[in-house]
């Protein structure tokens, strides 16, 4: 409807949103804790607005003080906020009742949260337009509408079913439709995509990317994902400590950073071609401060690298640091040229992959052979693990990657030997099967597999103290009691960098990072040769990720570990892994070095996984001239972008032939895929494919006769 | 931020906001400030000084009678008047909190005891153990409990100690169920699989992984049981199978008295009845404000 129209900042209308100096505090404990200080931003009408931050930094707060969902205990002690020039925290019940129904919306993180699970998802979008005054009938034909909107390839079914009977991917569709249903003037995505997998998340984006095209509405995105933001919006707000560190357009704020945490932000993220062997990544030091903390002087100034007496004793002001473009930094001028962590090289092992001379036979550690995983039987039996080959070498890296379902956590269970695998698999350390389960595994092969969970919350004991959780495996698998015990429990402790105060506090009162130390440390008690990282870092916050890599792999250099790592941000596999194995539905799809898998020529799924993921890259280039004429950064919009459609089909009734046929973009016309299921074939020496397209003809479509990155 | 950090020395931020299972310092001042938990205490103090000290506090000999004074009312000399043997009734309901209160709580101990092993154990195998075990539970739950305790005092013969033991069994299935069903969310907890990856053998991981985790579930059964017990306990003695008489006992009063209630000598039954009512009361604000400051 007004795609053509002019720029939103030369738009003649007044903005949708402005917010001047908010400050919002919580009371805890009956006392009044500031989590958002002097936030002041303008979202224009139809432009796309950013809030970047990590967690703690304010930016659902803010989100939640616009429409006054603050929590009981929260409440806006200052400043003002304006939506279509209204004030929300002056309004009366039936007044804001109306602003959120008609003027604001929101979609959250959790679709499946923000849904009703006992009322049909097409009376809940109808439900928006009965509000606003149409029959039954009308209401439910605009909600069809609404679905065909959001690109439900089937709004009849759709509108039928119930939440908990839609993926994630739909479900999140269904809250988009519902939020768009009475057409607001803002909507307020918080973390949208965030809960989904990486090839979902890219088909939200563009969905929510082509909406703002067709309808007239502002859109407020928050996300802690810079290179989501920097796809999605015009201008972009970074948040630290409940402070607006810095603000402006996305390509400035991201290619000519003028604030040391944005520049620090962008930094910490691993690089295409950025790997291992070639250095550690920067790493913001220190950790976020806690919500509400009060703090003189400048936010950041505990980890800033340039801070200098004046950021510790006042407050600093924004800086005009470019067109539209402010800094919250004394020394926004010499932040271009901060100085990173200075390049270490990591200390070299004493043997290991990554040394090997070429052409050295590689060592297999671990052998998997012909593995099944079945749960359940019968009828209801799913196959999470169909004839998986791998070979694990000593001392390298494999990156398990997948959409989530693809059987990789499975798989390391079943490797660790927490899930038994069905008979007839064969999983070999060092050429010795390894009993199916934990039941009767010797002591020499539980203390060589180890684990490192997603979550350290979930895999610490959160009543024992950091002491005890470190303690247990090297009593237990080193035998280690009294005196050498304290001696390698210190030892360990600062290994993972941790100090010996810590060792007295229980894992809730440690941050996220410090948390997953500990688990890092328990993992290394008993000195395991393979240790699983089940996405050690997706849940923590960025400016913490990049510490938790360099340790790993620091770590891994100085005990010759091998790893079976497991993620789904690409980037950091990349950043870390020799090697990669790629999941779908069960079945290895893809295996081989890295810059194989990456580079290309690759499976088609393997392409459809890389071009889902917005990244930063080439954000440095980025000049002026090279924008493009409407004014956005072409920072993430790939022309080589391959789009998978459709859901992840389910596990218990797997596609035919080749499971991947469903979804693949590059599908062969013969029906071949359809009938049969390819054989893992090696394409080129170590790199295995299984795809009826020949590897030449692959070459030429991904057009990746050299290797990228 | 200091009362927040544990070690004052601690960078800002590095210690994240206690968590109130972390810390029961805070989880105790957050007890003490809630008004309820402070009036439930307060009662529950009160009766346990009565049941320690009663003989000294009492105004009157419990079991002296004065015949000439039968079914006095109450009167100056004696607040709580006297029943049919004119023995003083505030006399009665002040030492007759010593039974009740000794065995309600050694009871609902041994039920939350056998109780939590027994969930531990159903929810930690599963499978196999869970689903025998868990029939066993059913079956006893399905029995009316005033009838198995009914013959198993007359079986054993009335004592304390058969109070004690009948009370406890009955217990035991209803605390076993619900420490079970927190086990089974423990259970999801990967600390789990990290434990077995020690090779940390069962027995372990039951009582020092998981029992430190449902103790908060076990402390909240316990005192809502007790309450129950409190009740159970009296009723049986109404029934004639607990304390016996002479000795004071609300329960055993109120049976003895409560045929007198048609000839309007309330207060022979009302006394021991409020004394019932108050325990159990004082229990229920005390549990309450216990679970709430464990959720929260």
């Known amino acids: 409807m007004t795609g053509s129209q002019p720029l939103p900042e030369a738009g003649p209308e007044a903005p949708t949103l402005v917010v001047e100096h908010l400050d919002v505090t919580y009371k805890v404990r009956g006392q009044d804790r ?29 989100a939640l003080a616009l429409t006054r969902y603050l929590a009981r205990n929260g409440r806006v002690s200052g400043g003002s906020i304006g939506i279509n020039g209204l004030n929300p925290l002056a309004m009366s019940r039936e007044d804001l009742r109306l602003l959120r129904a008609r003027t604001v919306s929101m979609v959250y993180q959790e679709p499946g949260r923000a849904l009703n699970p006992s009322i049909r998802a097409g009376r809940q979008i109808a439900e928006v337009f009965e509000i606003a005054g149409l029959g039954k009938e009308s209401s439910l034909d605009r909600a069809v509408d609404m679905l065909r909107r959001v690109q439900i390839a089937d709004p009849g079914r759709v509108m039928d079913r119930y939440p908990h009977e839609l993926s994630g991917g739909m479900a999140q569709r269904v809250v988009i ?80 950073s003028r604030h040391p945490y944005t520049v620090g932000l962008l930094r910490c993220i691993p690089r295409r071609g950025q790997r291992k062997d070639s250095g550690r990544l920067d790493a913001i030091p220190g950790f976020l401060p806690q919500p509400g903390q009060v703090m003189t002087g400048c936010v950041f100034a505990e980890r800033c690298s340039l801070v200098v007496d004046e950021c510790r004793q006042q407050p600093p002001p924004g800086f005009d640091v470019g067109l539209d473009h402010t800094a919250r930094c004394y020394r926004h001028a010499d932040v271009p040229e901060m100085p990173g962590t200075p390049p270490q090289d990591r200390p070299p092992g004493p043997s290991g992959l990554l040394d090997s001379p070429e052409g050295a036979t590689p060592d297999p550690i671990v052998k998997i052979r012909s593995l099944d995983k079945t749960f359940g039987s019968g009828e209801s039996a799913v196959k999470a693990l169909t004839n998986v080959n791998i070979e694990v070498m000593r001392g390298e890296t494999l990156g398990l990657v997948g959409e989530s379902g693809s059987g990789k956590t499975t798989l390391a269970r079943t490797l660790l030997g927490l899930t038994e695998p069905d ?19 010797p002591l020499d092969q539980l203390k060589s597999l180890q684990i490192v969970f997603q979550n350290p919350d979930s895999a610490l004991n959160r009543r024992r103290t950091v002491r005890w959780l470190i303690s247990q495996p090297l009593k237990r698998l080193a035998g280690l009691t009294g005196g050498r015990l304290n001696e390698r429990l210190t030892d360990l402790v600062r290994s993972v960098r941790m100090e010996n105060r810590h060792l007295s506090l229980r894992p809730g009162q440690l941050s996220g990072g410090l948390k997953q130390r500990v688990a890092i440390a328990r993992a290394f008690g008993g000195g395991p040769r393979l240790v699983v990282c089940d996405e050690p870092t ?32 690409l980037g950091v596999v990349r950043y870390l892994s020799d090697r990669i194995a ?33 990244s930063l890259d080439g954000l440095d280039q980025q000049t002026p001239a090279a924008r493009s004429p409407d004014g956005r950064p072409e920072i993430t919009l790939r022309t080589e972008r391959i789009k998978l459609t459709g859901e992840i089909p389910s596990a218990a009734n797997p596609p035919s032939g080749c499971v991947f046929h469903t979804r693949c973009p590059r599908r062969l016309s013969t029906g071949v895929c359809e009938t049969t299921e390819p054989p893992l074939a090696e394409v080129e020496p170590g790199h295995q494919i299984s795809c009826h397209i020949p590897i030449d003809q692959l070459r030429v479509l991904q057009g990746s006769a050299a290797p990228k990155g | 931020m200091s009362e927040l950090t544990a070690t004052p020395s601690a960078a ?93 709580p050694v009871a609902t101990l041994l039920g939350a005891v056998l109780g939590a092993m027994l969930g531990l154990a159903m929810g930690y195998f599963g499978g196999v153990v869970d689903t025998v075990l868990g029939r066993i539970v059913e079956a006893v739950l399905a029995l009316p409990v005033v009838i198995v305790a009914f013959l198993f005092i007359v079986a054993v013969g009335p004592s304390s100690i058969t109070l004690i033991l009948v009370v406890g069994f009955i217990f035991t299935p209803l605390i076993a169920r619900t420490v079970r069903t927190a086990v089974l969310v423990e259970r999801q907890q990967d600390y789990l699989a990290s434990a077995r990856l020690l090779g940390e053998r069962p027995a372990f991981i039951m009582f020092a992984e998981i029992l430190p985790n449902v103790l908060p579930v076990i402390v909240v059964e316990f005192t809502v049981r007790l309450g129950y017990a409190i009740f159970a306990v009296a009723t049986l003695s109404f029934l004639g199978f607990g304390v016996q008489q002479p000795t004071p006992d609300w329960g055993g009063d109120i049976a003895t008295n409560y045929g007198l209630l048609g000839a309007g000598y309330w207060w022979e039954t009302l006394f021991p009845a409020l004394a019932i009512a108050s325990l159990v009361m004082a229990l229920n604000l005390v549990t309450d404000s216990i679970e709430q400051v464990i959720s929260s």
């Open chain 1, 177 to 256: 439709a519902m939020a768009l249903a009475a057409e607001p003037s803002l909507l307020i995505l918080d973390e949208p995509t965030t809960a989904l997998d990486a090839t979902v998340e890219a088909e939200i984006l563009d969905l929510v990317a082509g909406l703002r095209e067709q309808m007239s509405t502002s859109v407020l995105f928050i996300s802690h994902n810079l290179a989501v933001v920097a796809k999605m919006c015009d201008r972009v707000g970074v948040l630290y400590a409940g402070e607006l560190i810095e603000e402006g357009p996305a390509e400035k704020v991201f290619s000519a």
């Open chain 1, 582 to 614: 790629v999941l779908y539905l069960g079945r290895v799809l893809e295996l081989g070095p890295a810059e194989q898998v990456f580079g290309g020529p690759h499976h088609p799924y393997t392409e459809a996984l890389l071009s889902a993921v917005p």
């Open chain 2, 12 to 104: 800002p931020g590095e210690v994240a906001v206690a968590h109130a299972f972390a810390a029961p310092p805070a989880q105790w001042r957050l007890l003490l400030r809630k008004p309820t938990f402070g009036i439930g205490a307060g009662i529950l103090l009160f009766w346990l000084v009565c049941a320690v000290f009663g003989r000294l506090i009492a105004p009157f000999d419990p079991l002296a009678q004065q015949l000439l004074a039968k079914n006095g009312a109450p009167s100056g000399a004696h607040l709580f008047g006297t029943d049919d043997l004119g023995r003083d009734v505030l006399a009665r309901v002040i030492v007759g909190a010593r039974d009740i209160l000794l065995i309600a």
């Open chain 1, 423 to 441: 008979p007839g698999s064969v999983i070999t350390l060092d050429e010795t099967p390894l009993t199916p389960g934990l039941r009767g595994r």
């Open chain 1, 538 to 569: 997706s849940a923590l916050d960025v400016s913490v990720q990049a510490a938790i890599l360099n340790l790993l792999a620091d770590l891994q250099a100085k005990e010759q570990v091998t790893y079976l790592f497991i993620s789904h941000d």
């Open chain 1, 34 to 62: 500031p989590v958002v200080r002097d936030v002041s931003f303008t979202v224009g009408r139809r432009e796309s607005y950013g809030l970047v931050g990590e967690s703690g930094s304010g930016k659902s707060t803010v």
